[in-house]
């Protein structure tokens, strides 16, 4: 969604509040009305949507293939293990 320019509302559980920063409303996934409450920030504040979506094309760039690759590599010659070129 972030990657789309979609405003999000993510769950608090797990590597998403992580994942997500600043970018995205968060809210317990088993609280209804704290779920409620998020959907209705977003549909009514066009500005936070606005904050939300520049965040997210913002938070999406963190995990590109070329940073990715770059993250893994680095992973692997801290546990010292050489990659053959083009890997």
Request: aromatic share 4%.
């Amino acid at each position: 969604a972030m990657q789309l320019g979609v405003p999000v509302l993510t769950g608090s559980l797990g590597s998403l509040p992580e994942i997500a920063g600043d970018a995205a409303l968060i809210a317990d996934p088993f609280d209804t009305a704290a779920i409620a409450r998020g959907i209705r920030q977003l549909d009514r504040d066009a500005a936070l949507r606005e904050e939300l979506r520049q965040r997210g094309l913002r938070n999406v760039a963190r995990f590109s293939d070329e940073n990715c690759r770059a993250m893994l590599a680095a992973a692997y010659h801290a546990a010292g293990i050489t990659l053959a070129a083009g890997q």
